[in-house]
């Protein structure tokens, strides 16, 4: 790991972390661009910082201070979780919890309940339609939806639309589902706000418009494999500690970089 790759970030509170020298951290993360969270390609490089996501710059900032080296894995989002049930990776940068997801991730926790106070980020996913479609959204029920609703594949937010029978008969991933919603081929699609924006910003997509009420509000988090987790519950906990001091340090420098809406 090159030490001097997020020199510029503030030092943070001290807190114990003891000797991990040489600790190798696999990380899982999808291969598709999700700006300004994170890269399709993520590195641990310095001409990397600020270039690849704010999600991975915490990473990055956080491990260095743990002298934890990071080994980046790209996959699609399925693959990642298929190799953090068999321990091929350590950790998956990022992802919402969900109970189901336990079978395979452990999330920081204090007092048996998920501690939301060590997420990485919170993520607000809204929904994003033709400025022309009649599709509403009133914060618990989906109107005029004939051509469905979609969401990136794999995430709690298709689940959901599943649950509530709105999806179409094939899913897309983001870019091609905002394309089909700027020709009137899909109803709606339910993307984070931010990388939407930007989604939206780079396409010069000007006919897709976000619905008034938010979809869902989710912490996301960097959960661990169960075989890392059980060998190193320590260096977990304090990462994940880091990771909390570092959003809080951070927040508002990453929010100005990355030209998002501050936390």
């Known amino acids: 790991m090159n030490h001097n790759s997020l020199a510029i970030l503030v030092p943070l509170m001290l807190i114990s972390v003891g000797s991990n020298a040489g600790a190798l951290l696999r990380v899982c993360h999808e291969n598709q661009n999700y700006p300004p969270y994170l890269s399709a390609t993520l590195s641990?490089?310095?001409?990397?910082?600020?270039?690849?996501?704010?999600?991975?710059?915490?990473?990055?900032?956080?491990?260095?201070?743990?002298?934890?080296?990071?080994e980046y894995v790209?996959?699609?989002?399925?693959?990642?979780?298929?190799?953090?049930?068999?321990?091929?990776?350590?950790?998956?940068?990022s992802a919402v919890h969900d109970p189901s997801r336990e079978a395979w991730g452990v999330y920081p926790r204090q007092g048996g309940q998920i501690d939301h106070s060590?997420?990485?980020?919170?993520?607000?996913?809204?929904?994003?339609?033709?400025?022309?479609?009649p599709l509403t959204w009133n914060g618990e029920r989906l109107s005029h939806n004939s051509l469905g609703v979609d969401a990136?594949?794999?995430y709690k937010i298709h689940k959901r639309l599943k649950e509530m029978g709105a999806l179409p008969e094939?899913?897309?991933?983001?870019?091609h589902g905002f394309r089909m919603l700027q020709h009137k081929?899909?109803?709606?699609?339910?993307?984070?706000?931010?990388?939407?924006?930007?989604?939206?910003?780079?396409?010069?997509?000007?006919?897709?418009?976000?619905?008034?009420?938010?979809?869902?509000?989710?912490?996301?988090?960097?959960?661990?494999?169960?075989?890392?987790?059980?060998?190193?519950?320590?260096?977990?906990n304090q990462l994940w500690n880091i990771l909390a001091a570092q959003r809080n340090a951070?927040?508002?420098?990453?929010s100005k970089i990355y030209q998002i809406s501050a936390q």
């Open 185 to 236: 081929r899909l109803d709606g699609y339910v993307l984070e706000e931010e990388t939407a924006k930007q989604l939206i910003k780079r396409e010069g997509m000007d006919k897709i418009v976000p619905a008034q009420k938010v979809f869902l509000e989710e912490d996301i988090f960097l959960p661990f494999s169960h075989h890392w987790f059980s060998e190193h519950p320590q260096l977990a």
């Open 44 to 70: 641990t490089d310095s001409d990397s910082q600020h270039k690849q996501g704010l999600l991975a710059d915490l990473l990055n900032a956080s491990a260095q201070q743990l002298d934890i080296e990071i």
């Open 118 to 133: 060590r997420r990485l980020w919170t993520a607000h996913y809204r929904l994003y339609h033709h400025q022309t479609s």
């Open 250 to 254: 951070q927040q508002n420098q990453l």
């Open 152 to 154: 990136p594949p794999g």
């Open 170 to 175: 094939l899913s897309h991933l983001p870019e």
């Open 74 to 93: 790209s996959a699609p989002w399925k693959r990642c979780i298929l190799f953090m049930k068999t321990g091929s990776v350590d950790a998956l940068l």
